[in-house]
């Protein structure tokens, strides 16, 4: 059964920052890349960043030099370090593998909200 566990959301001003964690399960974590995806209301979810099973990283435009995905294979984890936050980062966040198709399982995400 796919499992996949985001924590660590919250409320903070523009410039602060928030550490997103994902816990997923096995399977999905050990035998694909990984990545965060976030929605804003009113919005179509998007691709936030990605890591591949040996650490290689994409951001889209929008987060670079101010996002930082990682993941641990021992703990089949994956983290979303968010500094210099925008209120155009306000989205729920969610965790998936890279890339996902129609069918696939998603989690219950976590709220992140970015006041001016």
């Known amino acids: 059964q796919v499992q996949l566990v985001e924590s660590g959301g919250g409320s903070v001003q523009a410039g602060g920052s928030l550490r997103l964690s994902c816990a997923a399960s096995g399977r999905t974590f050990s035998q694909n890349s990984m990545a965060w995806y976030r929605q804003a209301p009113g919005k179509a979810r998007d691709i936030v960043a990605s890591?591949?099973?040996?650490?290689?990283?994409w951001y889209a435009e929008s987060v670079k030099g101010r996002f930082t995905i990682s993941r641990d294979n021992a703990k089949n984890t994956v983290s979303l370090q968010m500094n210099s936050l925008k209120p155009d980062d306000t989205a729920v966040y969610y965790c998936?593998?890279?890339?996902?198709?129609?069918?696939?399982?998603w989690g219950q995400g976590t709220q992140v909200t970015v006041s001016s």
């Open positions: 998936n593998k890279f890339p996902t198709s129609l069918s696939d399982y």
């Open positions: 890591i591949t099973l040996r650490g290689r990283t």
